[in-house]
């Protein structure tokens, strides 16, 4: 069976890196639920089934966190012993602060005006700013391994994929 102790990227036989082939992850998640999959063990001992449902699980859960940038960043600096998520790590820039808060506004704006063409707009910009985050976390983990500022992009991030995940809850609130 498999060691528990290797980490999310040593499990798929990954480089560390944000920075990723998602191919080659997608073959080796493949490749490794055909080897652990609990139906394999359907006719095993009770511990092996036991052993095989929780690979499957670590081996889901790893995945998962991989194949999703937010999350893998976040995994990748919490592997260098950075917690960016910590909820005392809050602090911010004040132009990234004004900025939020136009975003908000004209969110809100858009919702009272029933706006859709705001709401486009705003989405166009915060789509826009959310790959230049995972642009910037890239050179940030892998090139510069500048882990603080990597730790204040990803709340960047985290911030502009929950705006728009309130932007997609107007757009059904206006249908």
Known sequence: MLDFSRNHFELFGLPASYTLD?????????NLQAEIHPDKFAHAGEA???????????????????????????????LRGIHAMDAKNTSMPMDF?????????QLEDAKT????????RLE????G???????????EIDLRRNDSLAAETLRKLRFTDKLLAEVGAAY???E
């Not at 998602?22 to 493949?30: F, G, N, P, V």
């Open 48 to 78: 092996e089934q036991r052993l095989a449902m929780q690979w499957a699980t670590r081996v889901n859960e790893a995945y998962q966190t991989l194949r999703r940038p937010f999350e893998r960043a976040d995994y990748l600096l919490q």
């Open 172 to 174: 059904e609130d206006m």
């Open 22 to 30: 998602s191919e080659r992850l997608d073959r080796a998640y493949r």
């Open 124 to 127: 166009k910009n915060l789509r």
């Open 97 to 105: 602060l004004v900025q939020q808060m136009e975003w908000r506004e």
């Open 129 to 139: 700013e959310a790959r230049d985050y995972q642009a910037r976390l890239a050179e």
């Open 113 to 120: 005006t029933r706006d859709v063409a705001v709401l486009e």
